[in-house]
């Protein structure tokens, strides 16, 4: 299908109006660009919920800190469109650093206190209060009747839906499955960081992952003995330095000293240049723990 690339805000709510005006949903996939399976699975569940899909592909400077890759975050704007285009998407919305910041850095951030202050928040400051205030601007941008965003980023999913029920914004924020390779491993644009031998290591943080939710759904419930069953499957483990691995309360991310509810088991872990997250969440609500560890789709 044909795609048009917006890259300004006033085509982009133009746009929309238009759109609005034919009495037509919109769905937005906000992305920092250099698509993949993952990504397209979530234009795809945009576009058969949605009669309109914006993406965007913006790299935000905002959520970069001191020292990270904000100069060599892998771009590939003709792929993405081409990837947007091929999920069902009719809109890449691409703004410039300067379009979204006219001012330079805004004196306006959006903080979801709590919820970004544990896992990567430690170790990234800042780095959520540049997700929220992006998402912000882009809720109000577009004003999407639904976005749409991954579950393997467990804290930012957290984080952007709270903020859009404390300010009322018009979209549903829409949670979809973790996409993996044939491995086991995260899809992520990162991944193409790694060197052939990081990337044979990263699968143990998956499987690390599946091990620990094993011992849940038999019954463990104390968080202190699940998070050392998880720290210790990744013990060891080559190539992999470890920053948190982590039981949480999927929803606020409280750090309960017994699981209930919606369990997240998250761990974030360097392996060589690459930054990795990746987590599993376990319903412990029915009569069943359910666990949900995202969907294989990579190939063998």
Known sequence: MSIEVVTTIADMRALVDSVRGASRSVGLV???????????????????????????????????????????????????????AAGGAGTVFHPTASEMYPEGEPLTRVIVSKVTEPLCGRFRPGHFDGVTTVVAKLLAICDPDRAYFGRKDAQQLAAVTRMAADLNFRARIVACPTLREADGLAMSSRNAYMSPADRAAAPAIFAALEAT??????????????????????????????????????????????????????????????????????DLNGPRPAVDAGEIKGEP
């Open 30 to 84: 906000p992305t920092m660009g250099y698509l993949h399976a993952g990504h397209r699975s979530l234009v795809e569940r945009a576009a058969a919920e949605c009669d309109h899909v914006i993406v965007s592909v913006f790299v935000n400077p905002l959520q970069f800190g001191p020292g990270e890759d904000l100069e060599r975050y892998p771009r590939d704007l003709a792929g993405d469109t081409a990837t947007a």
């Open 213 to 282: 939710a094993a011992i849940v759904v038999a019954g463990e419930r104390e968080t202190s003995v699940v998070e050392a069953k998880l720290s210790g499957e990744l013990a060891g483990r080559p190539r992999l330095d470890v920053e948190y691995a982590q039981a949480r309360d999927a929803r606020t991310l409280a750090h309960p000293d017994t699981l209930s509810g919606e369990v997240l088991l998250a761990v974030a872990a360097r392996c060589g240049p690459a930054r990795l997250i990746d987590n599993v969440v376990i």
